[in-house]
């Protein structure tokens, strides 16, 4: 369980975190969300104690990170792809990593094997690619079979079998109770393995929702029905949690709160002809941008209003 | 499959299996893994010895006790602290600094919150590794060029006066040097910083003096980092030095001040 208590963070004059407050919770993946600079990496950072907030604090197991006996034990983080000497082996790294806690040499062999990184061990780490770099620094993070695992855009650089292989670990780690908090510039990736949804830009909390919650949102599950009668189609079709939208004198409408199947039968029953039926996803990824222009444009509003003020 | 299980399992979860624990101990065990783990710290390591044996065999075969500016086997022989200790420096700088570069310092604080242990573990081992190989370089440098000078009215040998004081000071003066190096580069976090601070502390800060009035300067002169050490490993110190013990003590003094600071940003500054 991560903490966040309205933590700000300034960098000079820059705010790179504006009061944010969410928890993140143990046993599902919760996706941290935003576009580049939006202050994802300086909260994890934040987290694991690298960046002391300016005001706020953040908590671990109901800890500072610092205050724990064995950190490692609590929170494994990947953050920035290098965190790594490049003179050294990925073995040697982990296992420099592993004896400040007494963690065993068994447990470093055990997470090369995990990350696949067992052919490789031995060679230096500057010699990686950044797909290996990655699941070097995941296998870092795994190292000590914390509570709570919390990576930086985990999926970048991997190929798609590394791609696919996060997907499942991370939703495997959620299974088994912990804490998986993920940060992503991507939407897309996000729906397939996250349950829960934090959404931030510019610094300042935009959504603290759940995957399906956002959907449901972004105007849900639609479908395309084009018919030879759309008005008397419009109104069999009419309920409470139906919505059904069409421009007047074309034969397409789109539906949303009935299934595919559903409107086919109804269309069926009544004599309408259909001649396409379509099932249309809601773009996330269009929601998402959505959610995070608006989100650029107040703060970019709001910051005119403070040298207004100042200079008054 | 996995929606259904995840409700009821946290609770399980929440109290951590208490087998780890971070300890000062593990830190320098850490520490010491990197140290060996990386290959330049062994050719440093061996470029600090093969300075102060060659300088010092060289040395010791030009003596020509018409023109010598040294008085002394002794002296020959550590000739090559001059070049070691810029080694050794480097060496240092790089044991901090490296980690900011490289990217290190977020993995080994991730691992150690608390930092300082950090700090400190790699100042024993830096000091402890380049005392002994310090003493190695200058007893063998020593050995060599009593070969070149025996007969001669300099030459002395290891049960002389003062002869281990000096081999032993000069060792000390090399492992403080590296610690210094290594407070440097934790101060400024970046190699090409620190190693230009470690040259200016140990070279050109008598550069600098001369801008003072100079019965300032003759003052000063000997509390200066290389100066003050320098009189650890001298045989015979003159008027002009402090004796060996207080030279070791003053720069003790200026490698705990940088220490002091390095302390403080390691502690109050986001990594």
């Known amino acids: 369980m991560i903490e966040i208590h309205h933590v700000v963070k300034r960098y000079g004059d820059k705010m790179a975190v504006d009061d944010l407050d969410f928890t993140v919770e143990p046993g599902v993946v919760t996706g941290f969300l935003g576009p580049n600079g939006a202050g994802k990496s300086t909260t994890m950072r934040m987290i694991i104690g690298l960046d002391a907030p300016t005001s706020g604090h953040v908590t671990v197991n109901g800890k500072h990170y610092a205050q724990h006996t064995a950190p490692l034990q609590e929170v494994g983080a990947l953050l920035e792809a290098r965190s790594v000497h490049p003179g050294r082996s990925a073995y040697s790294h982990l296992l420099s990593l592993a004896y400040t806690h007494g963690i065993p040499r068994r447990r470093v062999d055990e997470v090369i094997e995990l990350a696949g990184l067992g052919k490789v061990a031995k060679k230096r780490a500057g010699s990686f690619s950044l797909g290996m770099g990655q699941r070097l620094g995941i296998a870092a993070a795994l190292l000590g079979d914390p509570q709570t695992v919390m990576l930086d855009e985990p999926v970048n650089g991997l190929d798609p079998e590394g791609v696919l292989w996060i997907r499942n670990l991370l939703k495997g780690l959620a299974a088994e109770g912990r804490t998986v908090f993920v940060s992503s510039h991507l939407m ?72 595919a199947r559903e409107i ?12 396409d039926l379509t099932q249309q996803a809601v773009s996330l990824e269009e929601a998402f941008m959505a959610l995070t222009n608006d989100a650029v444009e107040y703060r970019s509003s709001t910051d005119t209003e403070t040298k207004g003020s100042v200079a008054a | 499959m996995t929606g259904v299980q995840i409700t009821s ?89 490296g980690e900011y570069t490289t990217g290190m310092i977020r993995s080994t604080f991730a691992a150690v919150p608390r930092r300082l242990p950090v700090l400190w573990s790699k100042c024993l081992i830096y000091f402890g590794v380049v005392f002994v190989v310090g003493a190695a370089g200058a007893v063998a440098s020593f050995l060599a060029g009593a070969g070149f000078l025996s007969g001669k009215p300099i030459a002395l040998t290891l049960s002389d006066t003062g002869v281990l004081r000096c081999l032993f000071g000069a060792a000390l003066y ?23 601070l470690l040259v200016g502390a140990l070279m050109l800060m008598p550069v600098f003096l001369d801008l003072l009035p100079s019965n300032w300067k003759t003052d000063v002169t000997p509390y200066l980092p290389a100066n003050a050490g320098q009189s650890g490993f001298t045989l015979h110190t003159d008027s002009t030095m402090l004796s060996p013990g207080t030279g070791l003590l003053v720069l003790l003094g200026w490698v705990t001040a940088v220490l002091v600071g390095a302390a403080y940003r390691v502690k109050h500054s986001d990594s």
């Open chain 1, 264 to 275: 086919g039968s109804l269309a069926a029953d009544a004599g309408i002809a259909i001649y």
């Open chain 2, 9 to 97: 399992t946290p609770a399980a979860t929440t109290t951590a299996n208490p087998r780890y624990k971070v300890t000062f101990r593990r830190v320098l065990r850490s520490e010491w893994s990197k140290f060996l783990s990386l290959r330049s710290s062994w050719i440093t390591l061996a470029l600090a010895v093969l300075a102060t044996v060659v300088i010092g065999m060289v040395a010791a075969y030009r003596y020509d006790p018409v023109h010598a500016d040294q008085h002394d086997a002794v002296a020959l022989s550590l000739d090559g602290i001059t070049l070691a200790q810029l080694v050794v420096g480097v060496l240092g700088v790089l044991a901090t600094a």
């Open chain 1, 188 to 259: 897309s990736e996000m729906a397939l393995t996250a349950t829960n949804l934090v959404i931030v830009g510019r610094g300042r909390l935009l959504a603290d929702t759940t995957v399906a919650s956002f959907v449901e949102q972004a105007g849900g599950e639609r479908v395309k029905v084009v018919s030879s009668d759309p008005e008397r189609l419009r109104a069999l079709l009419a309920g409470p949690d139906v919505t059904v939208t069409g421009e007047i004198g074309t034969e397409t409408l789109q539906v949303s709160g009935l299934s």
């Open chain 2, 174 to 196: 090399l492992a403080l040097v590296a610690v210094l190096g290594a407070g440097l580069g934790m101060l400024v976090r970046s190699a090409a910083g620190g190693i230009c």
